[in-house]
């Protein structure tokens, strides 16, 4: 009987529930608190992410913009500087040599040859105006401008002008050459411009975006203040003119006015008008020139002018006697400054410039049929 009561009690253990364990307190199975808690977590990262992208984006942009612009600054000064040396070099120092070389060239040549640097200056101005110009250097570019536009007219004026200037007209002459002596001072205007105004903006603008390092091209078109004396440019041309030159360009004194040529001589040599005339000579042989006042009046700044054609060249050379008292014979001293062509028959023509109130001529000229041999 025992032994059967223990064996219903051990199926009556085997029916009841046996309790699950308790789950432990770290693992928080199921609560809503914990995940809610991740997804913030999880949001406030990805928010921080994205705001710190943005700032990465907006410092990249802002400094590829100030790259931009200082490039694009850097770039206007070295463009601008480019063209200022080229109108310096290509165009200011060849034309001023060239007016100092006047007397070796033909006025044809000579005019074609300052026309070529008008041309050039023409392109100068073209390629500053086609420049991107940042607009920090507004101001800078229209004074540029201004500078550029003063050389390209001031070179086509002294091309119109530079025929009549070497002419042998008195005062169709000194005209010209004191509106090409005027015409220096647009190249000094240029100059200034630029020295005050397009280079002090372009650094301004330089420092405003500090940036260092950038060399600002200086100019000197003009090769020095002489040029804007009307003697001196006369001297370039081989000319001669006088300061009082101009006080006497108003109505002459009554009576007959008028010079006559009397002859040349070079060395211990008269020239012969109707022979061939042989000489030894070189580029500082004397050249007398004798005339004689034939009017009724004292006349003033008369001047003479040689030139010996038939050569590669024509060879010039002027001279003005100051004072010709009525009735006296003066002489004019001139030298051609180079040598003349040797073996080759040329013409040496010799003016003696018209006098104000002169009406006859015909003596004021004579020509020589001439052969220059070597010493």
Known sequence: ?????????????DDEPRRSPRPRRGAAVG????DQNTLLLRRGIAIGGLILLIVLLFIAVRSCASSRQENALKDYNREVSSIVRDS?????????????????????DLQTNISGYRVQAEAHLKQAR???VPGEMEGAQQALLIALEFRRDGLGSIAERIR?????EGEAANDA?????????????SDVIYQARTAPLIKNALDDAEIGGQRIATTAFLPGIEWLSEQTVATQLGQQISAGNAANRGDPAPGLHGTGLEGVSIGDTTLQPDAPNRITAGSDTPIVVKFTNQGENDEFDVKVSLAVEG???PIKASRTVDTVARGQTAEASLTL??????????????????????EKTDNNTAEYDVLFTEG
């Open 1 to 13: 009987m025992t032994g059967i009561l223990h064996a219903l009690s051990f199926f009556d253990e």
């Open 31 to 34: 609560d809503p608190s914990a």
């Open 88 to 108: 310096d070099t290509q165009v200011g120092a060849p034309f001023f040599e060239l007016l100092g070389q006047a007397g070796d060239e033909s006025p044809q």
């Open 130 to 132: 086609a420049l991107d």
């Open 164 to 168: 009549t200037a070497l002419g042998d």
């Open 177 to 189: 050459i004191a509106e090409i002596a005027g015409q220096m001072q647009a190249f000094l205007a």
């Open 311 to 313: 050569g590669d060249k």
């Open 337 to 358: 400054g180079k040598a003349p062509p040797v073996g080759a028959a040329v013409t040496v023509k010799v003016t003696v410039a018209k006098v104000p109130g002169e």
